[in-house]
Nanobody
Framework: QVQLVESGGGSVQAGGSLTLSCVVS????????????WGWFRQAPGKEREGVIL???????TYGDSVKGRFTISKDNAKKSLYLRINSLKPEDTAMYYC??????????????????????WGQGNQVTVSS
């Protein structure tokens, strides 16, 4: 069974940086892994889950409307790992962060990964809290 396990969250001061990691297991051999699209999403208390950043099967990166410029996505195919680097953290970045792996109809946009849940695997979430 495919599992995505996030780590690296915690409490940080505004202006700081952190890197979230997501390790994928049982997703299949390397060619299959490379055929997925990957994304990071976040959900703040009382708000809907929103797309943060997506890296598609062709390597194209898409940013959510609220995060461009401070967030960077990367992945290590050999380690089957996905990363999210966040710089210049703000209190409004406080949220539960989720990594996701999608295929087929889930790929292309951040919205498609959210609505095509049947084509998406989700991690369990990792809390990031930013204090001012």
């Amino acid at each position: 069974q495919v599992q995505l396990v996030e780590s690296g969250g915690g409490s940080v001061q505004a202006g700081g940086s952190l890197t979230l990691s997501c390790v994928v297991s049982d997703i299949g051999p390397q060619p299959i892994y490379s055929g997925y699209c990957w994304g990071w999403f976040r959900q703040a208390p009382g708000k809907e889950r929103e797309g943060v950043i997506l890296i598609d099967t062709d390597g194209r990166t898409t940013y959510g409307d609220s995060v461009k410029g401070r967030f960077t996505i990367s992945k290590d195919n050999a380690k089957k790992s996905l990363y999210l680097r966040i710089n210049s953290l703000k209190p409004e970045d406080t949220a539960m962060y989720y990594c996701a792996a999608g295929w087929d109809l889930a790929c292309g946009t951040l919205a498609s990964m959210l609505v095509r849940d049947e084509y998406t695997y989700w991690g369990q979430g990792n809390q990031v809290t930013v204090s001012s």
